[in-house]
Structure formats: C-alpha cells, structure tokens
C-alpha cells in the first residue's frame, strides 16, 4: 500500500522555486500556499504511485513469490530462478495492473491524508498554517488507508495472482490483468475481487501510519534551515521517502504475508484471514509472517523515494500553473 507528500500543513509540496548557481535546490514552505487544494493532492498523488510502481515492481514481485512459495531459499534464489524461468521481462509480470491501478490507488490515498489532515484542523479549529502535532499527522496518515482500500483490494488481487502465476511452473497462467480479473471472477464471482480487503485494511491502516508520520518526521528533521525557514532540498525529500517506506513495511510486512497467502488460494481454501495465521503458525512458525521481508525492504527505499519526489515535483508544477 501497500502507500504523499503531507508536511505538517495539508499537502504543502516542493512549492519554492529552485535556487541559481551551484546552491542546492530548495523548497521554501513559506513561500508556499497556505492549503493545498484536494484536486492536486489527487492528481500529485497518482503520479507519485505511478512513479512507485515503476521504480519498485521487480523487487515487489519477489516479495510475493516468497511470500506465497516456500521453493526460494533467499531473495537472491528467487531472483535466479525467476529471471532463469521467465527472462528479463518475467521480472515486470503483473506490472500493467498496479501501474493502472496505481493513478487511483495513490490519487485516492494521499486525498485521503489530505481530508484526514482536514478533520484534525476543523476538529481541533486549527488554521490551514499551523503545524499538526505528531499524533493529528499519525491520524491522518491512518485514515488515508481507508478510502483507499476500496480500490486497492481488487487491484492487489489482480497483481498477485498475476505474479505468483508460473512461479514453480504450476497453476494457470493468465495473458494480463484483464484475463486475471475475468478468470478470477469465472472462479469465484465478482466478490473474489475483494478476497482480501479485510486483510489490506489490516495492512495498510498502521502501514500508512507508519508511512506518513516517519516523513513528516525524517523530512522535519532534514529541513535545511540554513537555507530559510522550512526549506527543504530534492536529497531531503528522496531521503525521508525512502526511509518512510522501509518504516511503512516495518509495520506491514506481517499482515502484507497473510493478504498474499490469502488473496493467491484457491476458492474456498481459507475462510478468512483469521484462518490464514492459525495454519501458518501451525505449520511454519512466526517467523513465516516476515517471509519476502528482505525484498520488501529492498524495494521500498528507491520506489517510496520515487514516490514522494514525484508527489511533490507534481505539486510544484501545479502550483505554478495555478
């Protein structure tokens, strides 16, 4: 999710113009619109998600195939096979759905931490300027979560048995997104789609937590003061998106492996999630719940990098047009 911008105001982006000579670009807040409008932080959001998915796809392949196989004895083993079996292009299976997916997923996740930024400032009657406290960022980073697993748990569906398909050479295989969805409604009706959602919530509500508050936080922390108040250079932002992301699957990996498991079995295989955590600790111990954690930690440093940077890129060119 498994996954804006979010400075302590709603949705202040790389507003300030960047800075002549040999100086290292900035970004001056104060220099920036009170408010960001829910229309940029919509669109801002979308592209930073399809920056994420570009960047990061490969490595959130292997998360998967670890997750949902016990044949790969390390992420390095499943690279090698996977690139031994399927060749280069193999390694971008499944792409095409979460890279279309990702415009809305991501639109509606970062429009979700900016109405959650929203709530806390008319909850607590705070002006658009005044910086939100670490807990009101840590709310508003939980609440994105939820419009945006309505859109999420389908496509994650879609993408993980598009990716687990061939992986040890069994089960069908699917030519693309469409015929996945479509097998996966022939086998089990249009609510299949949504196998899973319960457990994307679980995963994405503390992850988005997780993720939002170590930006605000990491990026506070970089802030380049020296070069005015609340200026904030390209390096910082790639910096605190990347660590954001690492902290996102810290928290998530888990509940991340008893989605996959789940949203890959065959019809009727588990009841829910609940079911899912009994048998895996039964049968593979904790430390089954942390299975693709090294490819997950892998990806999510230059794709939420990508991520964040594309957010705030976008901001500043909208803020420029309008």
Same mark, same amino acid.
């Given at each position: 999710?498994?996954?804006? =911008?979010?400075?302590?105001?709603?949705?202040?982006?790389?507003?300030?113009?960047?800075?002549?000579?040999?100086?290292?670009?900035?970004?001056?807040?104060?220099?920036?619109?009170?408010?960001?409008?829910?229309?940029?932080?919509?669109? /801002?959001?979308?592209?930073?998600?399809?920056?994420?998915?570009?960047?990061?796809?490969?490595?959130?392949?292997?998360?998967?195939?670890?997750?949902?196989?016990?044949?790969?004895?390390?992420?390095? =083993?499943?690279?090698?096979?996977?690139?031994?079996?399927?060749?280069?292009?193999?390694?971008?299976?499944?792409?095409?759905?979460?890279?279309?997916?990702?415009?809305?997923?991501?639109?509606?996740?970062?429009?979700?931490?900016?109405?959650?930024?929203?709530? %806390?400032?008319?909850?607590?009657?705070?002006?658009?300027?005044?910086?939100?406290?670490?807990?009101?960022?840590?709310?508003?980073?939980?609440?994105?979560?939820?419009?945006?697993?309505?859109?999420?748990?389908?496509?994650?569906?879609?993408?993980?048995?598009?990716?687990?398909?061939?992986?040890?050479?069994?089960?069908? %295989?699917?030519?693309?997104?469409? =015929?996945?969805?479509?097998?996966?409604?022939?086998?089990?009706?249009?609510?299949?789609?949504?196998?899973?959602?319960?457990?994307?919530?679980?995963?994405?509500?503390?992850? /988005?937590?997780?993720?939002?508050?170590?930006?605000?936080?990491?990026?506070?922390?970089?802030?380049?003061?020296?070069?005015?108040?609340?200026?904030?250079?390209?390096?910082?932002?790639?910096?605190?998106?990347?660590?954001?992301?690492?902290?996102?699957?810290? @928290?998530?990996?888990?509940? =991340? @492996?008893?989605?996959?498991?789940?949203?890959? /079995?065959?019809?009727?295989?588990?009841?829910? %999630?609940?079911?899912?955590?009994?048998?895996?600790?039964?049968?593979?111990?904790?430390?089954?719940?942390?299975?693709?954690?090294?490819?997950?930690?892998?990806?999510?440093?230059?794709?939420?990098?990508?991520?964040?940077?594309?957010?705030?890129? /976008?901001?500043?060119?909208?803020?420029?047009?309008?």
């Amino acid at each position: 999710m498994a996954a804006a =911008d979010a400075p302590a105001a709603p949705m202040k982006g790389l507003h300030a113009p960047v800075a002549s000579g040999s100086q290292v670009p900035v970004v001056s807040e104060a220099q920036a619109p009170a408010a960001t409008s829910g229309l940029k932080s919509f669109l /801002s959001g979308g592209f930073g998600g399809m920056c994420l998915v570009a960047a990061g796809h490969p490595l959130d392949l292997l998360k998967v195939r670890m997750q949902t196989s016990t044949q790969y004895k390390s992420t390095l =083993d499943c690279f090698r096979k996977t690139l031994a079996e399927n060749g280069i292009r193999g390694m971008y299976r499944g792409m095409a759905a979460p890279l279309v997916g990702a415009t809305p997923v991501f639109a509606i996740c970062f429009w979700g931490y900016d109405m959650g930024q929203k709530i %806390v400032r008319r909850t607590y009657n705070l002006s658009p300027t005044d910086r939100l406290s670490t807990g009101q960022i840590l709310f508003a980073g939980g609440f994105s979560a939820v419009p945006t697993t309505a859109v999420m748990a389908p496509m994650e569906r879609i993408k993980c048995t598009l990716q687990v398909t061939s992986a040890g050479g069994s089960g069908t %295989v699917y030519k693309g997104p469409v =015929d996945a969805a479509m097998g996966i409604i022939r086998a089990g009706g249009v609510s299949s789609l949504f196998k899973g959602t319960c457990a994307t919530l679980l995963r994405d509500v503390p992850g /988005s937590v997780a993720y939002f508050g170590a930006y605000e936080l990491i990026k506070r922390f970089l802030t380049n003061r020296s070069a005015g108040e609340g200026a904030i250079s390209p390096l910082a932002i790639v910096a605190a998106g990347g660590l954001a992301g690492m902290a996102n699957w810290a @928290v998530a990996i888990p509940p =991340d @492996v008893l989605k996959s498991r789940l949203q890959t /079995s065959a019809e009727g295989r588990y009841s829910g %999630v609940r079911q899912v955590f009994v048998e895996m600790m039964r049968t593979e111990g904790p430390a089954a719940l942390f299975r693709g954690i090294g490819p997950a930690m892998l990806r999510a440093f230059p794709a939420n990098a990508a991520c964040f940077l594309g957010v705030e890129l /976008s901001l500043q060119f909208m803020h420029k047009l309008w």
